[in-house]
T-cell receptor, first 113, second 110 residues
Framework: EAGVAQSPRYKIIEKRQSVAFWCNPI?????LYWYQQILGQGPKLLIQ????????DSQLPKDRFSAERLKGVDSTLKIQPAKLEDSAVYLC???????????FGPGTRLLVL | DAKTTQPPSMDCAEGRAANLPCNHS???????VYWYRQIHSQGPQYIIH???NNETNEMASLIITEDRKSSTLILPHATLRDTAVYYC???????????FGTGTRLTVIP
């Protein structure tokens, strides 16, 4: 079974630029998550989708971050404009049914200069 | 979701068993104990989970105390590839997301 795919793996941008990350969850998984992991800390949830609807985006900085999952499969996370403090690893995870385990992708490492 | 307490770091000799403790004294009856690990530059990897019985899979064993206030993850024969940060997470069935603390940084020493 293929795992969660993410791209790109690495991205370097200057502050105030825009960036987008892509995630393809495990086939058939209805729930998709985006997490942010700052160096030295555990991952923190940004947004959760159930199919193509948002379940929880309370921790998403909506003035600069946006995410979508238009067809209930792939998802994109965008930052516009980026700030220095956005430097982090952005992790995508997916989950099958209710009560099932979350599986993570390899992450995208973002460096904002 | 109940919070967990883990030691910040541990060392283990290669080939020996690694026993990683976790305290979750405020766990409630419908909350599971999950363990993930994160090897450097990778995403978190699911290891094992349990409710109240001990569990074993090809990666590890999970021992949960009878009062469920603490648990231990056991890697029976640690290898250098097991060097990682190990996260103990308590979560109720179907809850939205995983709350990651700072975990335990396990270093397997040759």
């Amino acid at each position: 079974e293929a795992g969660v795919a993410q791209s790109p793996r690495y991205k370097i941008i200057e502050k105030r630029q825009s960036v987008a990350f892509w995630c393809n969850p495990i086939s058939g998984h209805a729930t998709l998550y985006w997490y942010q992991q700052i160096l030295g800390q555990g991952p923190k949830l940004l947004i959760q989708f159930q199919n193509n609807g948002v379940v929880d985006d309370s921790q998403l900085p909506k003035d600069r971050f946006s995410a979508e999952r238009l067809k209930g499969v792939d998802s994109t996370l965008k930052i516009q404009p980026a700030k220095l403090e956005d430097s982090a690893v952005y992790l995508c995870a997916s989950r099958g049914g209710w009560g099932e385990t979350q599986y993570f992708g390899p992450g995208t490492r973002l460096l904002v200069l | 979701d109940a919070k967990t307490t883990q030691p910040p770091s541990m060392d283990c000799a290669e080939g020996r068993a690694a026993n990683l403790p976790c305290n979750h004294s405020t766990i409630s009856g419908n909350e599971y104990v999950y363990w993930y690990r994160q090897i450097h530059s990778q995403g978190p990897q699911y290891i094992i989970h349990g409710l109240k019985n001990n569990e074993t899979n090809e990666m590890a064993s999970l021992i949960i105390t009878e009062d469920r206030k603490s648990s231990t993850l056991i890697l029976p024969h640690a290898t250098l590839r097991d060097t990682a940060v190990y996260y103990c997470i308590v979560i109720s069935t179907g809850a939205n997301n995983l709350f990651f603390g700072t975990g335990t940084r396990l270093t397997v020493i040759p």
